[in-house]
DNA sequence: ATTATCTTTTGATGTGTATCAAAGTACTTT
DNA sequence: AAAGTACTTTGATACACATCAAAAGATAAT
C-alpha cells in the first residue's frame, strides 16, 4: 500500500490483507461472472483485464502493475464484470471489500484513498475512450508506449528500456487495433529511430518524438 | 437520491445537498481544471461530459440524465478531469464530496451506496471500451440506441419513442465516429423499417433487430 | 536436439469509415 | 415574414486500417 499514511494508521491497514495469493502466468485472478468478495493490491507480477462481449470478442481494458488495484469493476454488481489474468507469475494482496469499507469508515485517509484510486481509474477510462475514438494507430501506440514507461519509471526502472509483457495481439486489443498493425507501428517506430525493438525488448531512444507523435499540436 | 435507505437515513441524505443549482442548456457545470469540490446530483436535464485533448479534440465521454450522478473524475487530483455541459435547461443538487466522505463514515448504506456509484461508471466505461475497439459503426449506434431508451424507460418515459438530446457530431464524437456516419447508420435502420426517424425523434420499430445488430451470434 | 506451437513481421489486397462537398431542413433572430 | 445560423442528409472520393497469406523467429514440449 502506498505513502500518506502515519504509523499507526499503517498497522491498521495490515488489517485488510486477508492473505495473500500467488497467481502464475496465463492463471486468473478472477473470472467475469465470479461474486465479488475482494480488491486485489498487485505485489509483484503483472496482469491485464479484459471483457468479453457475448459473441466472444474481446477487449482488454486494462494492464496493471506492482503497487496497482484490481477488482473494482465488481462492486456495483456483486459479482466481477471482467477477466483478471497474470501475464507473468504474481503475487496479491487479498483486501476483502467488506474489511476495506469497515476500516474506512474509522480512518479518513483509507477512505479518500480508495476514493481516489476509483476516480483514478475513471480518469484513466476518459483518456483510453480518447485514445479509441479519436487517436491514429501510431499515436496509440506512442501513448501506449509513454504511459508504460512512465509507470515503470515510478517504480524506479528505467524510463527508456522496457520488457512488454504482453503480446502484440493483446496491445491491439488494448488500443482497438489489430495486432499486424501494432507490429507495423512498431517497426515504423523503429525505422524512424525513435525506438529500438527486439520482440518484446522495447528501446525509447527519442522520447520527444514519441511525445510529438503523440500529441503533435504541443511542439509547434 | 435513490432506494435503499429508510426514512431516517433519508433525512440524514439531505444534509449532503448543500443547495440547488440550475444551469442553461449550453452552459458549463464545471470545467476541466476547476477545483473539485462537489458531485452533482442530475435532478432534472441532460447533460454531456467530454474530456479535450491538447491538440483540441473532443471526445465525448458519457451522456447523463436525471438521477444520475458527475463529478466523481475529480475526486483524484481534486480538479475535475473533464467538462459537463448541460444539454438542456437542467437543475442539480451540489453536493459537497467532504460532506459525503464525513457522511458516508456514519452511513455504511450510503458509504455502499457511493461505492457502486464509482464502480458503475468503471463498468460502463469498459462497455464503452469494448464498443469503440471491437464495433463496427451500425453496432455502435445500435447499443447506443437500446443503452438509452432504456436508461428512460428505466425512468418511466416510452421504451420505443425518444427524442435525441444531443446532435449527430456529439453521438459521433461518444461512439468514435463522424456525424456523417452517425447519420448513415439512422438511415439505413430507417430503410430497413428498424427505426422511425425524423430529427432528433427517434422511434424503436424493431429493437429485436437492433439488439441482433448489436450483438449478432445471440440470435444463431 | 527436434518437432510442434506460438508470436511476430512483412507484403498484397480489400473495406469501412473519413473526408470533401453541396443541398436540404429546422431553428433563431430581427 | 425574412434572413441568418445551426444541424442533418446524401453523394463522390480517399485513405487508414483490416484482412488474407506466408515466412521467419522465438518458445515450449518431447
Redesign the pocket.
Known sequence: MPVGFNADEMKRLDEVVEKRRRVKQGELLFNSGDTFTSLYAIRTGFFKTCVTSEDGREQVTGFQMAGEIIGMDGIVSDHHNCNAIALEDAEVCVMPFATIEDLSRELPVLQRHVHKIMSREIVRENSVMMLLGN????E?LAAFLLNLVQRLHARGLSQSELV?RM???EI?SYL?????????A??KF?EDGIIE????YVKIIAPDALKKIFNPQTYF
Chains 1, 2 share one sequence.
Open positions: 487517436m491514429r494507430a501510431e496509440r512488454l503480446t502484440r495481439e491491439g482497438g487495433l489489430k495486432l499486424e498493425t501494432v507490429s507495423r512498431f517497426s523503429s525493438v527486439k520482440q518484446r
